[in-house]
């Protein structure tokens, strides 16, 4: 047998594989390595959520009261959101053959918060953040006005907003650079029905933080050549009994939306352990196995992935400013499984379980 034995050394030579094949590779494992040994840990609570703006007409924002008294109980620091960011949106206007459509679907246009203020989108960013930057223990309403006004010019309406409901109600007015047309557009923003507003920049104002970090990302977004083609076939893999279960879930949660404490519920449903296979085996594992000549179900879960991973770098960014802190992340739930992971493979992040929170 020793022929035997030469051969597979020399085949192992050519291609660059072990003769012990039997012993699986493991790559490095950076969550088994946490730090730092002394200070405060990173820690990561990242709040599955419903999207609002799909909610029926009997959903009222008060009744995420509870929701609200939850988070705040467990005094987060710094909270992200699921937008685009100002910056991004100015990129991606420069690509319009690529990113037309998510411009359209993501970014507000700040033009007229451009003239109320005389600022382009890096112009107005760079103003906002060495404001931040030298902003006093004590801020004036002033201040608050004018650092509202920056945030919309750079395209950061949510931390706008967060500047506006610190503001008492009497100060709620035009002046330092927002005129009549801004403030309308912060007055539509305080009861518009999406979770960035009504929770995260809620909370935000609530807890005395002056912005919130927009931290989706969407420049993975391509125009797909057969739309009506790669709706059918994701369609379809989504016409499965684990979408059904997930629909059934969500319609008897609705349901309830007469009843106290019934978004309590629904949001503690949302980040129970369990929803992240159910996830998976409904949308993106199905996507994965369909059979289609193209393989259009990889493509969409290469998008999501590439989607979340990006998305879980501005996170990682927004812990990296400021280390030792507890950082709320308030997202779609789907998003949930995916950052919690990526995220956990940080040497310096520590996920906090949403669902104990919630109890």
């Known amino acids: 047998m020793r022929w035997l034995s030469r051969f597979l050394v020399t085949i192992a030579a050519v291609s ?76 991606m206007r420069h690509y319009p053959d690529r990113y037309k459509d998510s411009v359209e679907s993501y970014c507000w246009d700040p033009v007229p918060a451009a003239k109320a203020t005389g600022l382009d989108v890096p112009a107005a960013t760079a103003a906002w953040n060495q404001l931040l930057a030298t902003w006093p223990a004590a801020p004036l309403s002033t201040d608050r006005r004018r650092l509202a006004a920056l945030f919309l010019a750079g395209g950061e309406s949510a931390s706008a907003l967060v500047q506006w409901l610190r503001l008492p109600e009497n100060e709620r007015h035009a002046g330092e650079g927002l005129d009549t047309a801004l403030v309308a557009r912060l007055e539509r923003l305080r009861t518009r029905n999406d979770e960035s507003l009504l929770i995260a920049a809620a909370l935000a104002a609530r807890l005395g933080l002056e912005r919130v970090y927009a931290m989706d990302d969407h420049t993975a977004d391509a125009p797909v050549a057969d739309e009506k083609g790669y709706e059918a076939v994701i369609s379809k893999a989504w016409d499965n009994a684990a979408m059904a279960k997930r629909k059934s879930r969500d319609a008897a949660l609705t349901a309830r939306l007469g009843q106290p404490g019934a978004m309590l519920a629904m949001y503690r449903d949302l980040n129970r352990a369990d929803q992240a296979k159910l996830i998976f085996t409904s949308d993106f594992g199905a996507a994965l196995e369909e059979p289609s000549a193209d393989r259009l179900g990889r493509g969409y879960v290469g998008y999501w992935e590439t989607r979340n991973l990006r998305m879980a770098s501005n996170i990682r960014d927004m812990f990296a400013m400021q280390p030792g802190i507890r950082g709320l992340i308030v997202v779609g739930a789907s998003h949930k499984p995916y950052l919690e992971r990526y995220l956990d493979q940080m040497h310096d992040m520590t996920v906090i379980d949403a669902e104990n929170v919630l109890r």
Not at 16 to 24: E, F, T
């Open 16 to 91: 660059g594989v072990s003769v012990a094949v039997a012993q699986a590779y493991h790559p490095f494992d950076t969550s088994r390595l946490k730090g730092p040994r002394s200070g405060l840990k990173n820690q990561l609570l990242v709040l599955g959520s419903t999207h609002l703006s799909g909610m029926p007409a009997m959903f009222r924002p008060e009744q995420l009261g509870p929701v609200l008294d939850k988070l705040a109980a467990w005094r987060p620091q710094a909270i992200a959101i699921e937008a685009v960011s100002g910056s991004q949106c100015d990129f």
